[in-house]
């Protein structure tokens, strides 16, 4: 697996956590479910866009050609 993907695992891992918790003190209940989508899609989209600025340089490679 790449590093990005791995790291995307990881969050996934991390708000499943956060959703389970809230979920177990009986907050969830009270947010309603629209709510709770709309926080898990802006949860993921911030994962993506750390995981994304994360995965490394990108560096150009000259190729020397005769």
Same mark, same amino acid.
């Given at each position: ?12 891992? +991390?708000?499943? *956590? !956060?959703?389970? #918790?809230?979920?177990?003190? %009986? ?8 709510w709770t989508a709309i926080?898990?899609?802006?949860? +993921?989209?911030? *994962? !993506?866009?750390? #995981?994304?600025?994360?995965? %490394?340089?990108k560096e150009n490679i ?5």
């Amino acid at each position: 697996m790449k590093w990005v993907a791995i790291y995307f695992v990881g969050f996934l891992v +991390l708000i499943g *956590g !956060i959703l389970a #918790a809230l979920w177990k003190l %009986g907050i969830l209940a009270s947010i309603g479910a629209t709510w709770t989508a709309i926080g898990v899609a802006i949860a +993921l989209g911030i *994962g !993506i866009m750390i #995981a994304v600025s994360n995965s %490394g340089t990108k560096e150009n490679i000259e190729i020397n050609r005769k």
